[in-house]
């Protein structure tokens, strides 16, 4: 089971610190109305996460396992195209913060919620990498799949926390230590996208 709530952290982080729409408007919002108002909206991937799973893990538990050695091989070959991305935005770093937008804070973690479901960046996640490891750890024992979720949403929703504790409390500390977590983000996902090649090789 630590295998996989090990592995639900680690790719937790590295989805929770990548750039993109959900951590700019949690960015935006935190330095318009301060992380208190905003911390809520952390919790939005429990709210638009549910179908999402489901509507992929239907579609991987319905495929041979070949099949499913692929979605490891192009999972992993995606894992690493999000570490160059992320290596180059770390490289690349710009400290200005976009200017907020004028959405009610009362709607804050719905509105967090529904740019997650528009976005493909979860479909592709949950089709090519995490689902694959989750009805693998499902398979073996419910217990694992658990695990696995465990580790993954309780590290989103506590590095998405401290994002928004960080640039709703400090200006000047925010931008260094987001460069910073873009920096392990890059890491953590070439480590994780060559497991993931390894197991689709192997398995």
């Known amino acids: 089971m630590w295998l996989y709530f090990l592995q639900g952290i680690g790719l937790g982080f590295a989805a929770a610190v990548q750039p993109g729409p959900l951590q700019t408007y949690l960015i935006s919002q935190s330095l318009l109305r301060g992380w208190k108002r905003t911390l809520p909206a952390a919790l939005a991937p429990l709210i638009s996460d549910g179908p999402i799973i489901i509507l992929c ?5 319905q495929v041979p396992i070949w099949f499913q050695r692929f979605l490891y091989l192009a999972g992993g070959l995606f894992i690493l195209y999000l570490a160059f991305g992320a290596y180059r935005a770390w490289k690349d770093f710009d400290a ?19 740019i997650i479901a528009l976005s493909p960046g979860p479909y592709l996640y949950w089709s090519l990498i995490t ?12 217990l694992y799949g658990i ?11 506590v590095t998405l926390g401290i994002t928004i504790l960080v640039f709703g409390m400090a200006r000047q500390v925010g931008p260094k ?3 910073a977590l873009l920096g392990i983000s890059a890491a953590t996902l070439c480590i994780f996208g060559l497991y993931q090649l390894w197991l689709g090789m192997t398995g």
């Open 57 to 61: 893990l239907l579609v991987l538990s």
């Open 96 to 114: 200005k913060v976009p200017q907020p937008d004028s959405q009610s804070a009362r709607q804050g973690i719905m509105r967090a919620a529904l």
């Open 131 to 142: 689902g694959p490891i989750l009805l693998k750890g499902w398979r073996d024992t419910p």
């Open 147 to 157: 695990g696995f979720l465990a580790g993954f949403y309780a590290t989103i929703i």
């Open 177 to 179: 230590v987001n460069r």
